[in-house]
């Protein structure tokens, strides 16, 4: 059995992929996550959750979603990846419902306690996707804005990526609203939309599929509660096993960021019974017009200024990553370096964060 990583969350057996619902619920960090408890690949999704007290350690929860629903079931169904939030002391989970009957639906599940969880009778709150849409509509990202909810689903249609809009005043009925933000250059689906306040703005983070490096895009602009008006983007994390990441408010007002700390096809370390696990949590933050993501101050006792894996030289910067398709370099003035290093995994982070790179090295 190979090492466990120790700063960073693994499942105890099975697979996991996307972070879901992070939040702070009742003074501790909660994390869900995309998990088949059953074997190390890819299966019906289940919601794993974990908690911490201080970002760096956490404590693995019973399962909180099961694929029991009959608009869950299916070889290829389950409960696919969304959002959280706190209304009234309660939590609500946000996720994609999906069966082999009725295809990809966005359903609704609470908790008083953030360990037990109810699904709504009423699910799936919304039934399909509609005509500016396709049957990818997943992934929903819940927001309130002027005292309203706001749901943002990833979708696409013609070969060209799109967010849509929901509305609702109770967290249970939604109205289609329309197309908040729509691409060709996002790929012909966007997937995992994660939108929140981000000082006097919003900051709007989705990723792209088929892209080996720099596969989230985060975009700083103003939402008005129709359309996500962009006005910078910002691509800082370009490692090949960072992927879908959500953020989360703390009582602190900072603003983190987890990703999935994996990859799609990625060969199974030899020996273990799971796969995959959470990026350090970083926070974001605007600085000089950049958009910095570094590891939270809980973490950064654990960064060093240099590593055996890493080579710095006078216009850029290497990461030794093995037998990859692609080079792990960065083209550009070094002033800065840190680096997070676990037994199997390295998170590299430039010039105080302006940009980073994540790599799982173990085979």
Same mark, same amino acid.
């Given at each position: 059995?190979?090492?466990?990583?120790?700063?960073?969350?693994?499942?105890?057996?099975?697979?996991?992929?996307?972070?879901?619902?992070?939040?702070?619920?009742?003074?501790?960090?909660?994390?869900?996550?995309?998990?088949?408890?059953?074997?190390?690949?890819? @299966?019906?999704?289940?919601?794993?959750?974990? +908690? #911490? !007290? $201080? =970002?760096?350690? /956490?404590?693995?929860?019973? &399962?909180? %979603?099961?694929?029991?629903?009959?608009?869950?079931?299916?070889?290829?169904?389950?409960?696919?990846?969304?959002?959280?939030?706190?209304?009234?002391?309660?939590?609500?989970?946000?996720?994609?419902?999906?069966?082999?009957?009725?295809?990809?639906?966005?359903?609704?599940?609470?908790?008083?306690?953030?360990?037990?969880?109810?699904?709504?009778?009423?699910?799936?709150?919304?039934?399909?996707?509609?005509?500016?849409?396709?049957?990818?509509?997943?992934?929903?990202?819940?927001?309130?804005?002027?005292?309203?909810?706001?749901?943002?689903?990833?979708?696409?249609?013609? @070969?060209?990526?799109?967010?849509?809009?929901? +509305? #609702? !005043? $109770? =967290?249970?009925? /939604?109205?289609?609203?329309? &197309?908040? %933000?729509?691409?060709?250059?996002?790929?012909?689906?966007?997937?995992?939309?994660?939108?929140?306040?981000?000082?006097?703005?919003?900051?709007?983070?989705?990723?792209?599929?088929?892209?080996?490096?720099?596969?989230?895009?985060?975009?700083?602009?103003?939402?008005?509660?129709?359309?996500?008006?962009?006005?910078?983007?910002?691509?800082?994390?370009?490692?090949?096993?960072?992927?879908?990441?959500?953020?989360?408010?703390?009582?602190?007002?900072?603003?983190?960021?987890?990703?999935?700390?994996?990859?799609?096809?990625?060969?199974?370390?030899?020996?273990?019974?799971?796969?995959?696990?959470?990026?350090?949590?970083?926070?974001?933050?605007?600085?000089?017009?950049?958009?910095?993501?570094?590891?939270?101050?809980?973490?950064?006792?654990?960064?060093?200024?240099?590593?055996?894996?890493?080579?710095?030289?006078?216009?850029?910067?290497?990461?030794?990553?093995?037998?990859?398709?692609?080079?792990?370099?960065?083209?550009?003035?070094?002033?800065?370096?840190?680096?997070?290093?676990?037994?199997?995994?390295?998170?590299?982070?430039?010039?105080?964060?302006?940009?980073?790179?994540?790599?799982?090295?173990?085979?």
């Amino acid at each position: 059995m190979p090492e466990r990583l120790k700063y960073h969350f693994e499942p105890k057996t099975g697979w996991m992929n996307d972070p879901n619902g992070l939040i702070f619920f009742k003074g501790r960090y909660h994390a869900f996550f995309q998990h088949y408890p059953d074997a190390p690949e890819w @299966g019906p999704m289940h919601w794993g959750h974990c +908690v #911490s !007290d $201080d =970002l760096i350690h /956490w404590e693995e929860l019973p &399962i909180a %979603l099961r694929p029991d629903m009959p608009y869950e079931a299916g070889a290829r169904g389950g409960c696919w990846s969304g959002s959280a939030m706190v209304k009234d002391d309660m939590l609500y989970l946000f996720y994609t419902s999906v069966s082999e009957k009725f295809g990809q639906t966005q359903s609704v599940a609470c908790s008083k306690d953030g360990i037990h969880f109810e699904k709504y009778s009423g699910n799936p709150v919304i039934p399909g996707f509609p005509e500016d849409g396709g049957q990818d509509f997943r992934d929903p990202s819940v927001i309130e804005y002027q005292g309203r909810y706001y749901m943002v689903c990833g979708s696409g249609k013609d @070969g060209v990526g799109r967010l849509l809009l929901y +509305v #609702s !005043d $109770d =967290l249970l009925k /939604w109205d289609y609203v329309g &197309i908040m %933000l729509e691409g060709e250059e996002y790929g012909a689906i966007i997937e995992c939309p994660d939108i929140c306040r981000f000082g006097d703005k919003f900051l709007l983070m989705f990723s792209q599929m088929n892209r080996n490096t720099h596969a989230t895009m985060f975009v700083t602009g103003n939402f008005d509660g129709k359309k996500f008006t962009p006005e910078a983007r910002f691509t800082p994390e370009a490692g090949p096993h960072f992927y879908a990441p959500k953020t989360l408010e703390d009582d602190k007002g900072r603003r983190i960021l987890i990703g999935w700390l994996y990859a799609w096809g990625k060969k199974l370390d030899e020996g273990a019974d799971y796969a995959g696990a959470l990026s350090i949590p970083r926070e974001l933050r605007l600085e000089n017009g950049k958009l910095i993501n570094f590891p939270m101050a809980e973490a950064r006792h654990l960064l060093n200024n240099s590593d055996e894996l890493v080579s710095v030289s006078s216009n850029g910067l290497r990461i030794k990553a093995g037998n990859v398709d692609f080079p792990l370099e960065y083209n550009g003035r070094v002033d800065r370096l840190d680096v997070l290093r676990d037994t199997k995994t390295i998170e590299v982070f430039i010039n105080g964060g302006e940009d980073s790179f994540t790599y799982w090295f173990a085979k």
